[in-house]
């Protein structure tokens, strides 16, 4: 399938590594915008609050 598109493997799997790496970054930010707007904490507040709660467990 990648050799119809003109893509070597190595560089479909690159793609796909560096794919994963943006979603989880997209994700991680979105969860972060939502819980200080859940919480009405400034983004700096918030990153503190979730890092506490992960360190308690």
Do not use: C, H, P, R
Request: charged share 25%; proline share 0%.
């Amino acid at each position: 399938m990648w050799n119809e598109l003109g893509i070597s493997g190595g560089t479909a799997i690159v793609i796909l590594i560096v794919l994963y790496f943006v979603i989880k970054w997209a994700v991680k930010n979105g969860i972060k915008e939502a819980y200080s707007d859940i919480t009405g904490m400034k983004n700096d507040e918030a990153l503190q609050d979730l890092g506490s709660d992960s360190e308690d467990q």
